[in-house]
């Protein structure tokens, strides 16, 4: 199931390079992160949504028009 993650952060154009490096983890977390493959540290989340200036729920909500 697609989320909303990928796209707020395309739409804020940040990288997950960027992104990984803001923090603290590897780009390949948050390419999983994104794709559903793995849950997240609910410290991990806090940072991704404050990062993107999003709370967490929404960042993994079901994303109605998926890429």
């Known amino acids: 199931m697609a989320n909303r993650f ?7 154009k940040i990288t997950q390079e960027e992104l990984a490096r803001l923090v603290g983890v590897s780009q390949p977390y948050i390419h999983d ?3 559903g493959y793995r849950g997240g540290k609910e410290e991990t989340l806090q940072k991704l949504a404050e990062i ?3 709370p967490v729920d929404e ?3 079901p994303d109605d028009n998926p890429q």
């Open 6 to 12: 990928r796209a707020i952060r395309k739409k804020q």
């Open 33 to 35: 992160l994104e794709h």
């Open 52 to 54: 993107l200036r999003v």
């Open 59 to 61: 960042l993994f909500a």
